[in-house]
Nanobody
């Protein structure tokens, strides 16, 4: 496990944008997979997006495809989730997750596969 620090949440109006960050401390990324998940009150945690760090391939939930973009900055050991055209239904606590392994397609959206988690950052979208 590696320490993750996620940040960048806030309050935004519908149609607005936010960029979440997930900093990995302690060591450089090698064969990581990074994922973003979210959990709204009273709902289960759901997959948002994932990135195979060394390969650069990305994967998105249908609900955010075309609006959200996951990326990374290797020099900064930081991953990002750019969220555009935000909707009230995007309101949730967002978590980044990572594991020092390249995920298979089946594991990209599986929260149980990831070993490290950030503390969560709140995103609230007003209508």
């Amino acid at each position: 496990q590696v320490p993750l620090v996620d940040s960048g949440g806030g309050l935004v109006q519908a149609g607005g944008s936010l960029r979440l960050s997930c900093e990995v401390s302690g060591r450089a990324f090698t064969s990581y997979t990074m994922g973003w998940f979210r959990q709204a009150p009273g709902k289960e945690r759901e997959f948002v997006a994932a990135l195979r760090w060394s390969i650069g391939s990305t994967y998105y939930a249908t609900s955010v495809k075309g609006r959200f973009t996951i990326s990374s900055d290797n020099a900064k050991n930081t991953g990002y989730l750019q969220m555009n055209s935000l909707k009230p239904e995007d309101t949730a606590l967002y978590y980044c997750a990572a594991r020092d392994f390249v995920a298979s397609d089946d594991n990209l959206s599986n929260s149980k596969w990831y070993h490290s988690w950030g503390q969560g950052t709140q995103v609230t979208v007003s209508s």
